[in-house]
C-alpha cells in the first residue's frame, strides 16, 4: 500500500512539474501570446481598446499588473478545477476540444498497444527460442530495420501507397461522417476501417520491441532453473512460456512505461498524416493557427495521459512479480 | 589486394555492421559531396514546377521549380549536423547525470534520479513542439538544443545502472585502496568499461535526433528558408504534392532518411551483438553448431562410401 501511495505522490508532483512549466515558458519567451494577438488584430484592421486588452489578458490568465506568484496559485487553481481557458483557434473552452480528440488517440494508442504487445512479445519469446536459426536472423534483422524507418516517413509511404493511390483505405476522418455515432455494425466497421492503416503503420514502427523481448528472453534461458527445468524432464513449451517467458515479460512492462511518452508522441505525427482526427490532429491545427491555451492543454493532456499509463504499468508489476510484493510488505 | 581481402573477411564476419556502416557512408559522401553530384543551388528555381524525374532533374522538381536532388543532398548536410549536434548534447548531459548518480550514490543520487525521472514521464515530443511554438520557427540549430534540453533521461538511465554494476566490481574497490583521485577513477576505471553502452547510446540519440528533427520540421517549426529533410517533407506536405500524384518530392527525403536510421540501426545492432556476452556466446554457439552439422555431414559421407567400397570390391 505504501508504494502504491509513493508512487502516486510522485506522479503528482510531476504533474505539477509539468504545469510549472506550461505557467513560465510563456512568459520566459520573447514576446507574449497578447502583443503578437494585439499585432494580427491590428493588421486584420481591428479596433484595440483597453477593453480588448483586458479581456485578452482575462482569456489568457496573463497580465502585466498582478505579481507572479499570484497568478501562479490563480494559475494551479484553474487547472484543477478544469478550467484550461479557451483555444483561440476554435473558439470553445480547451478541456472540450481536447476530450474530443482524446477518445480518437485513446482509441488508436490503446488498440496499438494490445495488438503490438502481443505480436512482439510472442515473436520475442519464438525466436530466442529458436536462436542462431534462420528464422532468428530474418524476423530480428527485420524488426531492427522496420522499426528504425521515421514514422513520418513510414506513415507519408503507407497513406501515399495504400489510401492515396490504390484507394485500398481512407484519406482522413474516424469514420464516414455520412454515419451517425451509434452501436451498429455499420457505424462501428467504419470506426475499424478508418483506423486499420494507421494502427498498421503504428504497429509496424513499433516492432523493435521484438529485440527487447528477444534479448530477455536470451538472458532468462541461460539461468539454472531453466536447466533444472529441462533436467527435471518438463517439456518445453512449459518452459517456454512458464518459466522463461513470464520472467522474461517483467522488464518488458518497464520498458513500456519508458517508451509510452515516446507512443503518444508517434500516434501525433501518425494522426496528422492519416488525417485522423485525435489529439495530434487538434494539436497540429492549435500549431497552425498559434493556439497558445490550446498548445498547453494539449501537453497537460499528454502529461496525465503519460503519468496514467506508468501508473497501470507500477501496478502491473505489482501484481505479477512477487518478489517486489514481499520485498515491500 | 591484401586490403581488399582483409575488407571481405570483415564483411563476411559481420555482415550487418558492414552493410548498415556502408549505407551511412555512402549517405555521408552524398551529402557532403553534394557539389559532386548535382549542379543546381539547392533554393535556385531552375525549371518549372513538379516536373516528373527526367536526365535533367534525375528525381524531379519541386512546386517551387527548385531540383529535388540538390535539396536533398544539400538538405542532409543539415539533417545530419542536427542529429550529430543533438545526439551529442544528449549525450553529455546522460553521461554527466547517469555517471555521477550511479558512482556517487546516497543524496546526490536520490537528487538526480527524482529530477530525471521526473522530466522522463513528461512527454518529450510534445514538450518539444510547445518549445518551438513559443519560440516560432527556429533555426535547425535552435532544435538540435531544444531535442538535447528534452531527450536526455533515458540515457541518463541507462547508464546510471551500468555504473552501479561496476561500481562495486572488485578492480573499483582495488583502486580506491591504492588512493586514486576521483577523477581518475571516474574517466580511467568507471568510463573504458562502458565505452560500447556509451557508444550504442550515443547512436540511438543520434538517430532519434534526426527523426525528431524531420517530424519537427515536417510539422512546420522549422524555419522555412532553411533545407532540411524535415522541412522538404513539410513543403512537399504543403503543396498537396501527394495529391498531384508527385511522388518523387517525398520520396527522395524519405529514402534518405529511412536509409540513414536503418544503417545506424544495423551499426547498433551489432554494438549489442558484440558486447553482450549472451549474444556473443550465441553467436559462437551457432557457428560450432553449423561446423558440427557439416562435420556430421563429412562422417555420413565417410561412412557411406566406407560402406560402398567392399560392395564394389565383392563385385
Request: proline share 5%.
Amino acid at each position: 500500500m505504501r508504494y502504491i501511495f509513493t508512487r502516486l505522490g510522485f506522479y503528482f508532483l510531476a504533474f505539477l512539474f509539468a504545469v510549472t512549466i506550461n505557467f513560465f515558458l510563456p512568459r520566459m519567451m520573447p514576446g507574449d501570446p497578447i502583443s503578437s494577438f494585439l499585432g494580427r488584430l491590428a493588421q486584420s484592421g481591428g479596433q484595440i481598446t483597453p477593453e480588448t486588452i483586458a479581456a485578452l489578458e482575462a482569456l489568457y490568465g496573463y497580465s502585466t499588473s498582478v505579481p507572479l506568484w499570484q497568478q501562479f496559485i490563480g494559475y494551479l487553481q484553474s487547472i484543477m478545477v478544469g478550467e484550461w481557458g479557451v483555444s483561440t483557434r476554435f473558439f470553445q473552452p480547451v478541456i472540450e476540444v481536447l476530450g474530443r480528440g482524446t477518445q480518437w488517440t485513446l482509441l488508436l494508442v490503446g488498440g496499438y498497444l494490445l495488438i503490438s504487445y502481443t505480436l512482439t512479445t510472442f515473436l520475442g519469446i519464438y525466436v530466442a527460442w529458436k536462436r542462431g536459426t534462420w528464422a532468428d536472423s530474418l524476423i530480428t534483422v527485420g524488426s531492427v530495420v522496420i522499426s528504425s524507418i521515421p514514422a513520418v516517413v513510414m506513415a507519408l509511404l503507407l497513406y501515399f501507397a495504400f489510401a492515396s493511390n490504390l484507394g485500398w483505405f481512407p484519406t482522413g476522418y474516424a469514420y464516414d461522417p455520412a454515419l451517425d455515432p451509434a452501436y451498429t455494425w455499420e457505424f462501428v466497421s467504419s470506426v475499424l476501417y478508418h483506423l486499420a492503416l494507421p494502427m498498421i503503420a503504428m504497429v509496424l514502427l513499433g516492432m523493435g520491441n521484438v529485440m527487447g523481448m528477444r534479448s530477455n528472453m536470451i538472458n532468462q534461458l541461460g539461468e539454472d532453473f531453466i536447466v533444472m527445468g529441462w533436467a527435471k524432464g518438463v517439456r518445453d513449451r512449459k518452459v517456454m512460456f512458464s518459466y522463461g517467458a513470464r520472467n522474461a515479460i517483467l522488464p518488458m512492462i518497464t520498458s513500456f512505461a519508458m517508451s509510452v511518452g515516446a507512443i503518444f508522441g508517434g500516434s501525433l505525427i501518425i494522426e496528422i498524416i492519416f488525417n485522423y482526427p485525435g489529439l495530434g490532429q487538434v494539436m497540429f491545427q492549435a500549431m497552425l493557427a498559434r493556439d497558445y491555451p490550446l498548445i498547453q492543454g494539449y501537453l497537460l493532456m499528454m502529461t496525465i495521459m503519460v503519468l496514467s499509463a506508468n501508473f497501470i504499468a507500477d501496478m502491473l508489476l505489482f501484481a505479477l512479480d512477487p518478489r517486489l510484493r514481499t520485498a515491500l510488505d | 589486394m591484401k586490403f581488399l581481402k582483409s575488407l571481405k573477411a570483415m564483411f563476411l564476419s559481420n555482415p550487418k555492421a558492414s552493410v548498415g556502416a556502408s549505407m551511412v557512408l555512402i549517405i555521408f559522401v552524398l551529402c557532403f559531396g553534394a557539389p559532386l553530384f548535382t549542379d543546381y543551388e539547392p533554393n535556385a528555381r531552375i525549371a518549372r514546377p513538379h516536373q516528373a524525374p527526367s536526365a535533367d532533374h534525375i528525381v524531379g522538381t519541386t512546386r517551387m521549380g527548385r531540383d529535388v536532388l540538390s535539396q536533398t543532398l544539400y538538405g542532409g548536410r543539415t539533417s545530419i549536423m542536427v542529429g550529430f549536434v543533438a545526439g551529442g548534447f544528449v549525450m553529455l548531459m546522460a553521461m554527466v547525470v547517469g555517471i555521477s548518480a550511479g558512482y556517487f550514490g546516497g543524496w546526490v543520487d536520490n537528487i538526480l534520479s527524482f529530477f530525471t525521472n521526473m522530466v522522463m514521464v513528461i512527454p518529450s515530443l510534445p514538450l518539444m513542439l510547445v518549445l518551438a511554438a513559443f519560440l516560432d520557427q527556429v533555426s535547425p540549430f535552435v532544435i538540435a538544443v531544444i531535442i538535447g534540453a528534452t531527450s536526455w533521461p533515458w540515457g541518463a538511465r541507462v547508464i546510471r545502472a551500468q555504473t552501479l554494476s561496476i561500481r562495486n566490481r572488485d578492480f573499483i574497490h582495488a583502486a580506491e585502496v591504492m588512493g586514486e583521485r576521483k577523477r581518475r577513477m571516474l574517466f580511467f576505471e568507471v568510463m573504458p568499461n562502458m565505452m560500447s553502452i556509451l557508444a550504442s547510446c550515443l547512436i540511438g540519440t543520434i538517430i532519434y535526433a534526426i527523426m525528431t528533427e524531420a517530424t519537427l520540421g515536417f510539422i512546420g517549426l522549422g524555419d522555412p528558408l532553411s533545407v532540411t529533410w524535415g522541412v522538404m517533407l513539410y513543403n512537399a506536405q504543403q503543396t498537396s504534392a501527394i495529391r498531384i500524384g508527385a511522388w518523387w518530392e517525398i520520396l527522395a527525403p524519405s529514402v534518405m532518411l529511412a536509409s540513414l536510421a536503418i544503417g545506424l540501426a544495423l551499426i547498433n545492432f551489432s554494438i549489442d551483438e558484440v558486447s553482450n556476452p549472451k549474444l556473443r556466446a550465441q553467436r559462437i554457439m551457432a557457428k560450432f553448431r553449423r561446423e558440427q552439422k557439416v562435420e556430421a555431414k563429412k562422417k555420413a559421407a565417410a561412412i557411406r562410401n566406407a560402406g560402398s567400397e567392399p560392395m564394389e570390391a565383392k563385385a
